[in-house]
């Protein structure tokens, strides 16, 4: 039976597409898992009626800056509601990869004002204990994006994921730790599990 917390941790994981984060978020939480706690892992945007609409967007007709805006502020209060709140409540260790500051990140890019997105995000969304910012060369990230065969959606090109990663690196806060995601997934993520077991989890092990 999986271990509770003390109190609930949660862990975001950041950085523009093609940074390694969902890497990393996944690797931690299956070696979480393994050390016996409960582990939730979730996303933003979701699977709900809300995320759904911004995923498909994505690689059809981008929605406007306010209208993107909108759309992930209801993805992310649902979400907030339904499963981030009750998991902490409970004790669990909450792995999401993407939150509010990738909102900060990329609607700032698209011109809306990054301070007063994090005031509007904070009002509702629990911060993190921890934000994992995996940084990368935008030039490495979309090579890596381009090996997965995917396809690129409208988020990603250099001149928008430049201006991206530039926000991500001005959220200067002591919960904010940079990674370095240009090394090899191993490497980082031996930072990665450091940096949190330093923190959050101190004592863990």
Same mark, same amino acid.
């Not at 690129?152 to 940079?178: C, G, M, W, Y």
């Given at each position: 039976? #999986?271990? $509770?917390?003390?109190?609930? %941790?949660?862990?975001?994981? @950041?950085? *523009?597409?093609?940074?390694?984060?969902?890497?990393?978020? &996944?690797?931690?939480?299956?070696?979480? @898992?393994?050390?016996?706690?409960?582990?939730?892992? =979730?996303?933003?945007?979701?699977?709900? +009626?809300?995320? &759904?609409?911004?995923?498909?967007?994505?690689?059809?007709?981008?929605?406007? +800056?306010?209208? @993107?805006?909108?759309?992930?502020?209801?993805?992310?209060?649902?979400?907030?509601? =339904?499963?981030?709140?009750?998991?902490?409540?409970?004790?669990?260790?909450?792995?999401?990869?993407?939150?509010?500051?990738? =909102?900060? #990140?990329?609607?700032?890019?698209?011109?809306?004002?990054?301070?007063?997105?994090?005031?509007? !995000?904070? #009002?509702?969304?629990?911060? $993190?204990?921890?934000?994992?910012? %995996?940084?990368?060369?935008?030039?490495?990230?979309?090579?890596?994006?381009?090996? &997965?065969?995917?396809?690129?959606?409208?988020?990603? !090109?250099?001149?928008?994921? =430049?201006?991206?990663?530039? *926000?991500?690196?001005?959220? %200067?806060? $002591?919960?904010?730790? %940079?990674?370095?995601?240009?090394?090899? #997934?191993?490497?980082?993520?031996?930072?990665?599990?450091? &940096? *949190?077991?330093?923190? +959050?989890?101190?004592?863990?092990?």
């Amino acid at each position: 039976m #999986a271990t $509770p917390l003390p109190h609930g %941790v949660l862990l975001a994981f @950041e950085g *523009i597409d093609g940074s390694g984060k969902s890497t990393q978020a &996944r690797m931690f939480a299956d070696w979480a @898992e393994l050390e016996g706690l409960e582990v939730v892992r =979730t996303r933003e945007p979701t699977q709900g +009626p809300w995320g &759904r609409k911004i995923r498909e967007a994505r690689f059809t007709a981008r929605l406007s +800056p306010e209208d @993107e805006l909108a759309a992930f502020i209801a993805d992310r209060k649902e979400h907030v509601e =339904t499963l981030v709140r009750p998991a902490l409540a409970r004790g669990a260790l909450v792995i999401i990869d993407r939150y509010y500051y990738s =909102t900060v #990140a990329y609607q700032g890019a698209r011109g809306l004002d990054p301070q007063a997105l994090l005031e509007m !995000n904070r #009002a509702f969304a629990p911060k $993190p204990d921890l934000v994992l910012l %995996v940084d990368a060369d935008p030039k490495l990230c979309l090579q890596r994006i381009h090996a &997965r065969g995917e396809g690129q959606d409208l988020f990603e !090109n250099l001149e928008a994921l =430049t201006k991206v990663r530039a *926000i991500f690196l001005s959220l %200067v806060e $002591p919960h904010v730790a %940079v990674i370095d995601g240009g090394r090899s #997934a191993e490497v980082v993520f031996d930072e990665v599990r450091a &940096r *949190i077991l330093a923190g +959050p989890l101190q004592g863990l092990t």
